[in-house]
C-alpha cells in the first residue's frame, strides 16, 4: 500500500480558531468538502490525545481546551502543536478526493523498528451529495475522543528513547507536483513488520457520508526484536 509520512515543515496554529476556521470556510463547499474539513480537524486532536496519552513529554507540554464539548489535551509547544497541526491539515485535499485510507501515529524503538501503531481508518463516500449534519457527525467523533482518553490500558508501555511519527496511507498517490500540500509528503523509509501485526479495536463509526475505525497494531510477540 502507498505511504507517505510528513516531512517535518512547520506553520501556525491555535485550537481556539478551529471552529471560526471552519464556518468562515462551508459556504460554497462540496459535502466531501465539508466532511474532509470536520475530519482533519477531529484528527489534529485525535493525534495530540494519543501523543499526551503515551507519556512522551512532561504533561507540562499540555493545557485543556475543549473541543466538541470535550475536555481534550492542546500542546503547548509550538513545534509540536505545529507539526501535528501541519502534518495533519496538509492531508485536507487528498482526505476530500478519498485518496488517504489511513493516518497513523506510530511509535519506535531505538532501533527505528515500529513498536505501536494507532490507526485511523478513513472513508469519504465520494458520492454523497446530500446536506452534511455537522451535529450528527461531531456527536460519533466525540465519543473517538472520550474513548480514546481511557483506553491507556490497551497500550503498550513505550521503551526509553522511542520517536514517533505522523504516516499517511494513500489508496493511490496524488501525482508530484499538483499541490504545495503534495511536496510536502515524502515516501516513507519505515521499517515493517514481518508478521501480521495484533490488533485491538478502540472505536468505530459508520454513516452514510463517513466511515472511521480507530485501532491499535502491535508487533506478534514472534516479531523479530530487530
Excluded at 502507498?2 to 480558531?17: A, C, G, N, V
Excluded at 499540555?62 to 505545529?82: C, D, G, I, K, T
Excluded at 506510530?106 to 501503531?117: G, H, L, S
Aim: charged share 25%; glycine share 4%; net charge positive.
Amino acid at each position: 500500500m502507498p505511504k507517505r509520512k510528513r516531512r517535518t515543515t512547520f506553520f501556525s496554529s491555535r485550537y481556539t480558531k478551529i471552529t471560526s476556521e471552519r464556518m468562515e470556510r462551508k459556504d460554497n463547499q462540496s459535502p466531501q468538502g465539508e466532511i474532509a474539513g470536520i475530519l482533519v480537524e477531529f484528527l489534529e486532536v485525535a493525534v495530540t490525545s494519543v501523543v499526551f496519552l503515551k507519556g512522551i513529554y512532561p504533561s507540562g507540554a499540555f493545557e485543556r481546551r475543549r473541543y466538541m464539548n470535550v475536555v481534550v489535551q492542546s500542546a503547548r509547544h509550538p513545534q509540536l502543536r505545529e507539526y501535528i497541526h501541519s502534518a495533519v491539515s496538509g492531508l485536507l485535499p487528498f482526505i476530500q478526493k478519498g485518496l488517504v485510507e489511513r493516518v497513523a501515529v506510530i511509535f519506535f524503538n531505538t532501533d527505528n523498528i515500529p513498536v505501536e501503531r494507532f490507526i485511523f481508518k478513513l472513508t469519504v463516500n465520494q458520492s454523497f451529495g446530500s446536506k452534511v449534519e455537522e451535529s450528527d457527525l461531531e456527536f460519533s467523533l466525540r465519543s473517538f475522543l472520550i474513548k480514546l482518553s481511557v483506553s491507556q490500558p490497551l497500550t503498550r508501555v513505550l521503551p526509553r528513547d522511542c520517536r514517533w511519527e505522523i504516516t499517511a496511507y494513500f489508496r493511490s498517490l496524488p501525482q508530484v507536483g499538483t499541490s504545495k500540500q503534495t511536496e510536502l509528503w515524502i515516501p516513507t523509509d519505515t521499517k515493517q513488520w514481518q508478521q501480521p501485526p495484533l490488533i485491538t479495536p478502540i472505536k468505530s463509526m459508520n454513516s452514510e457520508p463517513l466511515g472511521v475505525q480507530l485501532y491499535l497494531e502491535h508487533p506478534t510477540f514472534s516479531e523479530p526484536k530487530s
